[in-house]
């Protein structure tokens, strides 16, 4: 089976398509700074990518990663409130490695280099919207989905329409 998932940055989702018929959709959130490539610019880039790894298998929903590492820690409104962060990384992480050279790999272009994910978020409540650091966030129950029909070197398009 040949699967692939497709991002639309203009309306904010994403699409898996197992042997080009779509399987799922969901609503996600990319970067409030917009579309970008350069690193340090915290916006989402475009192109043509693969996961170029898989995190957090057997982890429970809401494992909080750090570094690509669990913590220990699972998310709730309490720890939330105990540390001030906007953009946790939750549950499971597709970590994502560009495939054209200049456009998303290599040099101050790199996705990989730059930590550019698909993973679950704490704001739930504005996926639909831009508003992440540059990565691809989803619901937690949706990248639990996700994860388990994508395997690593999965096609990934990140379109800005």
């Known amino acids: 089976m040949k699967y692939q998932i497709i991002i639309s940055i203009k309306s904010q989702n994403l699409l898996l398509l197992i042997n080009n018929?779509?399987?799922?959709a969901y609503k996600i959130s990319t970067?409030?700074?917009?579309?970008?490539?350069i690193k340090g610019s915290y916006k989402t880039p475009l192109g043509h990518h693969i996961v170029r790894a898989?995190?957090?298998d057997n982890n429970p929903i809401y494992s909080v990663y750090e570094g690509r590492r669990p913590t220990g820690d699972i998310w709730n409104?309490?720890?939330n409130e105990q540390?001030?962060?906007d953009d946790w990384i939750l549950t499971r992480i597709l970590w994502l490695s560009g495939k054209e050279i200049g456009l998303n790999r290599l040099g101050m272009v790199d996705s990989m280099q730059r930590f550019i994910y698909i993973h679950g978020t704490n704001e739930e409540n504005?996926?639909?919207s831009p508003a992440s650091h540059g990565c691809i966030r989803m619901?937690?129950?949706?990248?639990?989905?996700?994860?388990q029909y994508v395997e690593v070197g999965a096609d990934v398009f990140i379109n800005a329409e």
């Open 77 to 79: 409104k309490s720890l």
């Open 54 to 56: 898989k995190i957090g």
């Open 21 to 24: 018929k779509i399987k799922f």
């Open 139 to 147: 619901a937690n129950q949706d990248i639990l989905a996700l994860y």
């Open 126 to 128: 504005l996926l639909g």
């Open 83 to 85: 540390v001030l962060k």
């Open 31 to 37: 970067a409030k700074a917009g579309i970008g490539q």
